[in-house]
């Protein structure tokens, strides 16, 4: 995982090979959903299942041009959160939440000054937020983030709870998670998006579960925002006894098939899954059902050889956190038998790449309230 979000670029890649020429150009759409599945043994001893569609391009994540501008261009505005979650912050309960998170101001001397000067800011912008949302959220509180635990576990960057952020907090009454999903998803994410099924289908049908939650972040970078509807299920205390992951059990389905939004080209980065297991003891990968993507280390970094492969790169495979990341290649599903693995002492076995592969392509995530792709493009 990188630490900075503003490193984020997006970059066309062009796959060159002396004896091996793929049939499609690979692209790159800055639309992209993510499913996510984090095991907590560490911390929260929970299973947090989510999927994320994520966007630079406000054509794909509907904001208006106006008061996306208008945030960006505001420097110490860091992310602007809607959420459902229960207790976005402490004392608030039962209620829905928007925070604009700040960045704290080092001049402003004492905490009255901080609430006064974070209120200022949040003022300007929260009637516009509330129209683009279809909300009517109302002044709660100043909250001032002092501690990162789940950051440093999870090594995000800190936009939406990390130390030394403000945020200033509206609510509104409390949404079941379905109708607020679906109200936010056709508001935001356009129709064409929303009827090409994919990891969309499956975030409508979590979230009628019971621990179902959503949130929607923008996070302001330095020349455009980084736009995710998130919906996410919590399995309290499941994480302890796991030994076995299947990703698809927590997702609540057979079959995870891509968006028909990418049917037009070839886009093997644009859908990911990603599981993070965080132990308190060292463990490692084993009985894996699937494949494993052969991979070369460029800078301390797993890279896969060819994407047009399906499986899994695990980077890295062992210790206290291990994470593994699923592409589809050229399939456009995976069946849940093929995602599974296990926990434990066996060490899988690398598979033998073609060395005549002479481009490769980097994938790395970070999980901020959701996943977070950077992607960068090698020449051997």
Not at 20 to 38: G, H, N
Not at 172 to 200: H, Q, W
Not at 322 to 331: A, L, W
Request: charged share 25%.
């Amino acid at each position: 995982m990188q630490k900075s979000l503003f490193l984020i670029g997006l970059i066309t890649l062009i796959i060159i090979s002396s004896n091996y020429a793929y049939s499609q150009e690979v692209r790159l759409s800055t639309f992209q959903e993510t499913a996510q599945i984090i095991i907590d043994k560490s911390l929260s001893q929970n299973v947090t299942a989510s999927i994320t569609l994520q966007s630079t391009s406000i054509q794909e994540i509907k904001i208006p041009a106006e008061l996306e501008q208008k945030i960006r261009e505001n420097d110490r505005i860091k992310a602007i959160i809607l959420t459902n979650q229960n207790q976005c912050i402490l004392g608030v309960v039962d209620k829905s939440c928007i925070m604009i998170n700040v960045e704290r101001n080092r001049d402003d001397k004492g905490i009255r000054a901080i609430q006064d000067a974070t209120k200022e800011i949040a003022e300007s912008y929260i009637d516009e937020i509330n129209q683009a949302f279809d909300t009517n959220a109302k002044f709660h509180s100043i909250f001032i983030h002092s501690v990162g635990e789940s950051n440093e576990a999870l090594d995000t960057s800190g936009v939406i709870s990390g130390k030394g952020m403000i945020s200033a907090v509206y609510t509104m009454p409390m949404e079941d998670t379905n109708s607020m999903y679906e109200k936010i998803s056709a508001i935001l994410i356009p129709k064409v998006i929303r009827e090409s099924g994919g990891f969309y289908d499956v975030a409508r049908n979590l979230s009628f579960e019971k621990n179902a939650k959503m949130t929607f972040s923008l996070i302001s970078l330095e020349s455009k925002s980084l736009l995710q509807l998130k919906l996410s299920v919590d399995y309290p205390n499941k994480a302890t006894t796991i030994s076995k992951i299947s990703p698809l059990e927590f997702l609540k389905t057979e079959n995870l098939k891509r968006s028909d939004y990418f049917s037009t080209g070839f886009y093997p980065l644009n859908s990911i899954i990603q599981v993070v297991i965080l132990s308190p003891e060292n463990t490692s990968i084993s009985n894996i059902k699937g494949n494993v993507i052969p991979t070369q280390i460029i800078d301390n970094e797993k890279i896969p050889t060819n994407i047009t492969k399906e499986g899994w790169i695990f980077d890295p495979d062992e210790g206290q956190r291990i994470q593994g990341k699923y592409i589809f290649g050229e399939e456009k599903l995976v069946n849940k038998e093929k995602l599974e693995f296990s926990l434990g002492d066996e060490q899988y076995q690398e598979i033998e790449f073609d060395e005549s592969i002479v481009v490769v392509i980097i994938i790395s995530i970070v999980a901020i309230a959701a996943a977070l792709f950077y992607l960068k493009g090698y020449k051997k």
